[in-house]
């Protein structure tokens, strides 16, 4: 039997080993899409305890914690930062075959040196160990970072932010790792969502503009988008969340559905000017990148807030979410070949929700490879979020593989809100080197040095090269 976690966790054979032990491990982090608040970086937090480190935002600790019937008081709720940490720790010897088990004791051995099971017998020692170590100055979020050996990190933000942080970031040369803006533009293209117009207010506040219309709001996303750009940005993020069918966009109609929900401050409820809308929008952005030679990724599949009297409650991102599967490949790829046709296709990466449709997804991709650049113009992402777990790695990575180069993959996120997530590369390269080393030691791939540079290319080189960092 092996030990839980050991140094060889997930390797399962000399050549799996060699690659991670001798090539993946230290290679340096790049984190292109992740939610960290840049404002913690820039004032350097520090934490009180391991509540506020681990569970102060993290739907997914919250989500399990919820399913194991645990009260929403030592959730979310007034409970204190010990009793919620009490309840997480009372779930964990529960949660076997979820990717949190691991996490959760992965972050606690390489940030705290603590090998002990997080339980409710070890939960009082876990609680003052990582207490006093949270006191100390090396516990600090840039440490934190500085730790984990992370070159990037690319941050979620909307067009109407100060993106001051960033500033100070760029400007204060005793912190190494490079902190950019990632573009985000997903409320001013929702415009079935309530707030609409309060929102456009804000944009065009932030870009010096009165936005009228959506000749005025163009001009407004062009200004942002060179003030991101001038504080290095590369990429976009964009979540279809509602994208129903596809309809080829046109800016009169697309004029009138911005209109109305500027008058009506959202709430538009015809689909076919929501669509409408936004594949105008979409391509317009998409134009813009290309000019700007941007990335954008885009996350599709989720059915956000599906627990209504929870998200009344509770507001979104806390765990309500789930599998929506609302993008179906028909229109994801009607949208993609509007935007090849016009020039506003840039360098993308796909995110399904859904693991059943990594295949569909992998093949579409190749529906549009014609960049001719030596980089992919199309990439399916990594397993994201409802898929990120070690099975469902697994099988992206193969699905990619058997439909796509996988030697262009470009690697694991953590796409958290954690400043201690980054072990999540670790696991993924663990998972990497598992795979590729299974496939040499069963004769499916030759021994004859490529594996090593593979390994590297997909951990970090692909990352850094594809978005220009």
């Known amino acids: 039997m092996k030990p839980f976690l050991d140094d060889d966790f997930l390797l399962e054979n000399d050549t799996s080993r060699r690659l991670f032990h001798g090539t993946a491990e230290d290679l340096p982090i790049i984190d292109y899409h992740c939610h960290v608040p840049p404002r913690e970086i820039a004032s350097d937090r520090r934490y009180s305890n391991i509540t506020e480190l681990w569970l102060g935002g993290d739907h997914y600790k919250w989500r399990a914690v919820r399913s194991a019937g645990v009260p ?26 979820n990717p949190l088990y691991h996490w959760t004791h992965l972050e606690l051995r390489r940030y705290f040196d603590c090998d002990l099971i997080l339980s409710p017998d070890t939960c009082d020692e876990i609680w003052k160990l990582t207490s006093d170590a949270l006191s100390r100055d090396d516990f600090t979020v ?41 573009w985000r533009p997903d409320k001013g293209i929702n415009i079935e969502a309530f707030g609409f117009g309060d929102y456009i207010k804000r944009l065009g506040d932030a870009a010096g503009v009165t936005i009228t219309d959506i000749d005025s709001l163009f001009e407004a996303y062009r200004k942002r988008l060179d003030f991101f750009s001038a504080h290095g940005c590369r990429v976009a993020d964009h979540g279809l969340d509602v994208f129903p069918f596809y309809t080829e966009p046109d800016l009169y109609h697309a004029n009138e559905a911005f209109r109305e929900a500027l008058a009506s401050n959202g709430g538009v409820s015809d689909m076919k000017k929501v669509t409408l809308y936004k594949a105008a929008m979409l391509r317009f952005f998409g134009s813009e990148y290309v000019r700007r030679g941007w990335a954008m990724q885009i996350h599709f599949g989720v059915l956000r807030n599906a627990n209504s009297r929870m998200f009344k409650a509770k507001g979104p991102d806390t765990g309500f979410d789930t599998v929506g599967n609302t993008v179906p490949i028909p229109t994801l790829a009607a949208l993609l070949d509007m935007m090849d046709s016009h ?37 399916q992402g990594s397993a994201w979020w409802f898929s990120d777990t070690l099975d469902g790695m697994r099988t992206q990575m193969k699905t990619l593989a058997s439909l796509s180069v996988f030697g262009c993959f470009l690697g694991m996120l953590t796409d958290s809100r954690s400043f201690t997530s980054y072990p999540r590369h670790e696991y993924f390269r663990r998972i990497l080197c598992g795979i590729v080393g299974e496939w040499i030691e069963s004769g499916q791939s030759p021994d004859d040095g490529t594996a090593e540079k593979l390994v590297a290319d997909i951990s970090y080189h692909n990352a850094k090269n594809y978005f220009g960092f």
């Open 343 to 379: 020039d506003a296709l840039p360098r993308t990466i796909l995110y399904p929700i859904a693991p059943q449709e990594n295949a569909a997804v992998a093949a579409l991709c190749g529906s549009f490879q014609t960049s001719g650049d030596g980089f992919p113009r199309m990439m």
């Open 142 to 182: 840039r440490n934190l970072i500085r730790r984990s050996n992370v070159e990037v990190i690319c941050t979620t933000d909307d067009p109407a932010d100060t993106l001051e942080y960033h500033k100070a970031l760029a400007a204060d040369a005793s912190f190494e790792t490079k902190v950019f803006p990632a």
């Open 72 to 97: 929403e008081k030592y959730i979310t709720g007034d409970a204190s930062d010990y009793e919620k940490f009490r309840a997480y720790a009372s779930v964990m010897p529960r949660l076997i075959g």
